[in-house]
């Protein structure tokens, strides 16, 4: 019989580990993913989320470790994403009179998911009285999807938020002092960037909406993934604030770029060195080693960004145009219009993988203040040097706000 974890007096982990998970939704998970659940025994016995469908047996075992899960009474749903609905129906099965508590959108998405099982509205301000403790709920929409909210317990201070304040990690114990602070806070970031990112906004909203319940609201941040923050409350509401949602740049540079014989390499190493050169911290990723999730860790918060691409058959590489996809679909025109962009790589007999990678760059909103470097055949060391110039300059003139 698998263990509850216990979280605070009367209240439980009940989630599971997805030790081998290393991909969601094509981000990489290196570290595994949880999906975490809570148990409130109180008068009403209460569960905040469940797990996926698959971590069925986990999940309920965890909580016959506590109490049958025929008595639950009242089961909260923050929000619909499979990940942390899979198991609503096994629930309602087990626990027929179990009231479910939602926001008013994730009853319809609910309902299209698994039928009508009853579910009551919640709105920001409300409250729920389960005993000796109350639930108060607020609505963080986008967060990730349209129906998300997060739950506060008021006696206990935790803050049960969801995807908010996750992070992809799987690891023997529960708590954020318990595993390694710059590997959490690293794949925090890495979270954020990977599926919080497009709606930076929203996230804003949110933050300030968890802000507004005041400094002594919150003693825990009990995420669906990942570890839970207790020691560590205010780093991550940080971290949030000031660099997720913030949209500030830092004086950040990624080379992004795959290439063929070493042609577009070598202008990537260049233009790497001119932003070394200028004190910039730059970090280069050829796309035949480096995942696009990795690549938008890096991405989050550059001021400077380059991608390259030689010509394969009439267009970029197929690496580079699946990050320029990807970034697209997380870093919105409207995200990146602070930021220098460059494009670059080499070419046979057309020049058309770094003209199409500029042209997809201008698209997105980026600034381009010089043309893109291309080079046919192979880069002299002379045309190199020149490269690197020309990119020194351009920091130079569009210095970090
Ligand atoms: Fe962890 Fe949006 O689901």
């Known amino acids: 019989m698998l263990t509850a974890v216990q979280v605070k007096p009367d209240v439980y982990w009940v989630g599971g580990v997805d030790w081998n998970a290393r991909s969601f939704h094509g981000y990489t998970t290196e570290d595994g ?47 619909v994403e499979m990940d942390h609905s899979g198991n609503i129906p096994t629930i309602k099965e087990l626990a027929p009179n179990a009231q479910i508590y939602c926001s008013p959108q994730a009853v319809k998405e609910l309902t299209a998911h698994y039928g009508d099982l009853g579910y009551t509205p919640v709105k920001t301000g409300d ?7 109350t639930l108060a709920f607020v ?5 990730h999807w349209p129906d998300n909210m997060v739950t506060l317990d008021v006696e206990d201070k935790i803050l049960f938020s969801n995807d908010a304040f996750g992070q992809h990690f799987a690891s023997s114990a529960r708590f954020d002092d318990e595993n390694d602070y710059h590997e959490i806070m690293k794949q925090a970031r890495k979270y954020y960037a990977n599926i919080v990112q497009p709606y930076r906004m929203q996230a804003a909203n949110a933050v300030k909406a968890v802000r507004k319940l005041g400094p002594d609201a919150i ?29 500030k740049l830092a004086n950040k540079a990624v080379v992004i770029y795959d290439s063929m014989w ?38 989050l918060d550059a001021k400077y960004v380059a991608v390259g691409s030689p010509t394969l058959n009439s267009n970029m590489m197929p690496t580079v145009a699946e990050f320029l996809t990807y970034m697209r679909g997380l870093s919105p025109k409207q995200n990146n219009t602070d930021r220098i962009g460059f494009a670059f790589g080499s070419y046979g007999w057309a020049p058309l993988g770094p003209k199409n990678v500029y042209a997809e760059l201008e698209a997105d909103g980026f600034q381009l203040p010089e043309p893109a470097f291309m080079y046919n055949w192979i880069p002299t060391q002379e045309y190199l040097d020149g490269v690197r110039e020309k990119v020194r300059a351009v920091v130079k003139a569009n210095p970090v706000a």
């Open 139 to 143: 609505q963080t929409p986008m967060v």
């Open 262 to 299: 070493h042609s577009t390499d070598k202008i990537a190493h260049s233009i790497c060195d001119a932003f070394l050169a200028e004190g910039v911290a730059a970090h280069l990723m050829d796309l035949k080693e480096n995942h696009v999730s990795d690549a938008m860790d890096f991405f």
């Open 33 to 79: 993913i949880t999906y975490n659940a809570y148990l409130i025994m109180d008068e009403k016995v209460t569960l905040i989320d469940t797990a996926k469908s698959t971590f069925k047996d986990e999940f309920l075992q965890r909580i016959s470790a506590i109490i049958d899960p025929s008595k639950i009474d009242v089961l909260v749903c923050n929000h």
């Open 219 to 247: 003693e825990m941040i009990a995420p669906a993934h990942g570890v839970i923050w207790r020691s560590h409350v205010a780093d991550i509401l940080d971290a949030y604030e000031q660099v997720f949602v913030s949209g």
């Open 127 to 133: 409250t729920l009285s389960i005993g000796k403790r």
